[in-house]
């Protein structure tokens, strides 16, 4: 079909993550317990926070300022660990049950099957508690199967923050310590919202997570949605003491920077944070929070709905890999627009795709291959019916 996939493929072949050098070969295997595409493998290494004119890397730098500023007792910080980590880190250390659905091969692309390319960046949590860290923020590329919209891509990036406090410091309060953990991990999330944005209309919503309780999310009012910007919570007891903070009570949060910097730049879609179009790289500079994104063009989006009777193994998660790997960037929505089970019980869902680039117009020939070959590839590679 359309060599779109060629010019996808990254030239290189070693990586250098983290410090360490990875073989292309080490992460894209053809491997039953390994489930890495291409695209995914292409974005490896590429460190979007770590570039101080991009707005992912001005966000990292202005949550980094409030930290310096607001608390006495620094924050180490880390922004180059390797996103190659064990199973055991990903979800083990964080008490993430066996048959949680986040360590799923639907969920979570695996490198084998011991290994994954982190999905969170709690991962490191529990190696940093045992070198001895009390105080810390972690910012990393994270990569999970997800679905396809303007605030949902497979590759995205978070900060960790975690704090360790010590008996003293919550006996005196008066509280008990989960008490006082999570009115000051509140309090210092509403105090870094009010540093990036100013006034802005937020919400908490209680949440469940393995690693937290109690548990919280943040959201904000944006685009006419509340948009969930953060989990966070206080730390089950049995991480603190297996990594030797026994009598000790702590926070932790996980940002999500692209949700963060969509709402402080006024960035409409997830996809433009990749784009290297001068019209969207050269609106951000080192430092500025102030700047407000002024889209470029709007190009019209094409919708193609397709109809299929699904099987006991389609997931949707299989379905946008399908599409974005034949498509890019240039899809922009995989949304389910119908869902029926007849009479024999066969269940058909019918799925509307939209396309569209933001940086030209497509042409219809363009879209009708992509279309073509997305239906070609569904059928085949998730054994679906076309209707
Ligand atoms: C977590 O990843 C937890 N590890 C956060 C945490 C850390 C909780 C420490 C408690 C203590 P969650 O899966 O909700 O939680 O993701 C955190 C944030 O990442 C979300 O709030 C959202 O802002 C962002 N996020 C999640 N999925 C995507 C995606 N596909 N694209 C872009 N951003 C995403
Ligand atoms: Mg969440």
Not at 82 to 93: G, I, R, T, W, Y
Not at 106 to 122: A, F, I, K, M, P
């Amino acid at each position: 079909p359309s060599n779109s996939k060629a010019w996808r493929r990254p030239v290189v072949s070693v990586l250098e993550l983290g410090g360490v050098k990875i073989a292309r070969d080490d992460v894209l295997r053809d491997d039953p317990t390994n489930n890495v595409p291409d695209t995914i493998f292409s974005k490896l290494g590429l460190q979007l926070h770590r570039r101080d004119q991009h707005p992912l890397g001005i966000l990292k730098n202005a949550i980094y300022d409030y930290f310096d500023t607001n608390y006495s007792n620094k924050f180490d910080k880390f922004d180059d660990l390797c996103p190659l980590v064990s199973v055991k880190q990903n979800f083990d250390d964080v008490l993430v049950p066996a048959d949680h659905v986040s360590r799923s091969y639907n969920d979570t692309y695996y490198v084998d099957s011991q290994t994954v390319l982190r999905c969170h960046t709690s991962a490191h949590q529990a190696e940093l508690l045992r070198k001895g860290h009390t105080h810390f923020l972690v910012t990393g590329d994270v990569y999970r199967r997800d679905s396809i919209d303007s605030t949902h891509y497979p590759v995205f990036h978070q900060m960790e923050g975690f704090r360790v406090f010590s008996p003293d410091e919550w006996e005196a309060s008066g509280l008990d310590g989960t008490s006082f953990a999570a009115e000051d991990l509140k309090k210092c999330l509403e105090g870094l919202a009010k540093h990036l944005f100013g006034p802005v209309e937020m919400r908490w919503v209680d949440t469940y997570f393995p690693f937290t309780n109690p548990s919280f999310e943040l959201e904000i009012y944006f685009k006419e949605k509340w948009l969930e910007v953060l989990g966070c919570g206080v730390t089950e007891q049995e991480i603190l003491k297996r990594n030797g903070k026994l009598n000790n009570v702590a926070w932790a949060f996980g940002l999500g920077l692209e949700r963060l910097a969509m709402v402080l730049f006024d960035i409409p879609d997830i996809r433009l944070f990749w784009s290297n179009d001068e019209r969207f790289t050269s609106q951000f500079s080192k430092g500025q929070l102030g700047i407000k994104f002024k889209p470029f063009s709007k190009y019209p989006p094409c919708y193609k709905d397709m109809s299929f009777w699904i099987n006991e193994s389609f997931t949707e998660n299989n379905l946008c890999e399908v599409v974005r790997g034949i498509a890019g960037d240039l899809v922009e929505e995989v949304r389910l627009i119908d869902n029926f089970t007849n009479k024999k019980g066969m269940t058909s869902h019918c799925y509307r795709i939209a396309y569209r680039s933001m940086e030209r117009s497509l042409t219809d020939e363009e879209i009708n291959d992509l279309q073509m070959s997305v239906r070609e590839q569904v059928q085949s590679k998730l054994n679906v019916v076309l209707r």
